[in-house]
């Protein structure tokens, strides 16, 4: 069965502060990969996600992430960030050709002050 | 469009009492997922549905839990006989079932058993 860690639990950062979010995963097989953002009140948006192909892949609202085969990584990365970035990330993965359902990391919880 | 609905979004139960939390997929969704969240932890897996069938149940509770997708109306997850350890955020996610594996979450229901 598959896992995800996602490291940092709270990051706290200035506004246009870069970003970089942690996730790691472990399954032996081929993976698709997923960020949701989840801000207050609201429900779980996708912020983008990784199939195939070109290993760097652009989401919404500036967000980026990069898919490392051999460190089973797929960090997410802003350049700046703004305060209406404050939100929880999670990062979930399936496994391709098995089950569809998802399995998520814990989730990063991110505040960027004013 | 609309996207997935859920509802109640806040459902309060005594011990002992039933449950019942409802979900509507996106306009052309065949696939249901139910997930849930328990505090400081990320979305864990329950259920995967299509209409009238369970596909995958791994994740459920093997007693009091139960869910369906009928041919007409919401899919439901019931919860019989509640416990204060059943108090959770629970989100239902669709997807298209045309072998797309992106899944879209409602707003979820948060359930408080006192």
């Known amino acids: 069965a598959q896992s995800v860690s996602q490291h940092n639990h709270h990051v706290i950062l200035s506004e246009a502060a870069s970003l970089e979010l942690g996730c790691n995963y472990s399954?032996?097989?081929?993976?698709?990969l997923f960020w949701y953002v989840q801000y207050p009140g609201q429900h779980l948006q996708l912020l983008l996600k990784y199939f195939s192909g070109d290993p760097l892949v652009k989401g919404i609202k500036g967000f980026e992430a990069e898919f490392i085969k051999s460190k089973f990584s797929f960090n997410l990365r802003k350049p700046s960030v703004q305060w209406s970035d404050t939100a929880e990330y999670f990062c979930?993965?399936?496994?391709?050709?098995?089950?569809?359902?998802?399995?998520f990391g814990s989730g990063t919880q991110l505040t960027v002050l004013p | 469009n609309a996207g997935v609905m859920q509802n109640p979004r806040h459902l309060v139960r005594r011990r002992g009492q039933e449950a019942r939390l409802r979900c509507s997929p996106m306009?052309?969704?065949?696939?249901v997922y139910w997930y849930r969240q328990l505090p400081e932890e990320g979305l864990k897996f329950m259920v995967y549905?299509?209409?009238?069938?369970?596909?995958?149940e791994s994740g459920m509770p093997k007693e009091r839990f139960s869910a369906e997708f009928p041919k007409e109306g919401p899919s439901i997850l019931r919860i019989q006989q509640v416990v204060r350890g059943d108090s959770a955020a629970y989100f239902c996610?669709?997807?298209?079932?045309?072998?797309?594996?992106?899944?879209?979450f409602g707003p979820g229901t948060r359930l408080t058993v006192t």
């Open positions: 306009k052309g969704h065949s696939h």
């Open positions: 996610a669709s997807s298209p079932g045309d072998g797309s594996y992106e899944q879209y």
């Open positions: 979930a993965v399936n496994a391709v050709g098995s089950a569809r359902q998802l399995t």
């Open positions: 399954y032996g097989g081929t993976v698709n």
């Open positions: 549905l299509q209409k009238e069938n369970i596909i995958d």
